[in-house]
């Protein structure tokens, strides 16, 4: 019973969140889990890894880091993969 109203309120906390707010707290994480630079991740750590975690599909978090490098919030280079800080003040649209 406590296992089951765990997994519920987690489900909860998960549903309410858009799939960009999904993604980037997942990238924000990934930042402090496998470091790369200033605020930056492990390129190497593949968006399949990415939508395992937050629970969404390859093809929705694929579609949101796009989103995210075309907004400015992220961006991808030899060193890592690259989150801005707040993403309110990189937030463009």
Same mark, same amino acid.
Request: net charge neutral; charged share 30%; no cysteine.
């Given at each position: 019973m406590k296992r089951m109203n765990t997994l519920r309120g987690q489900l909860r906390?998960? $549903?309410v969140h858009t799939a960009e707010d999904s993604v980037l707290r997942v990238l924000q994480q990934l930042t402090r889990l496998a470091p790369a630079g200033?605020? =930056?991740?492990?390129?190497?750590?593949?968006q399949s890894v990415i939508a395992s975690? $937050? =629970?969404l599909s390859c093809e929705v978090v694929n579609r949101?880091?796009?989103?995210?490098?075309?907004?400015?919030v992220m961006r991808r280079n030899d060193g890592g993969v690259h989150v801005v800080n707040d993403?309110?003040?990189?937030? $463009?649209?």
């Open positions: 906390r998960i $549903s200033e605020q =930056g991740y492990d390129k190497r750590i593949t975690y $937050s =629970g949101t880091m796009r989103d995210f490098e075309l907004r400015g993403f309110a003040t990189a937030d $463009s649209t």
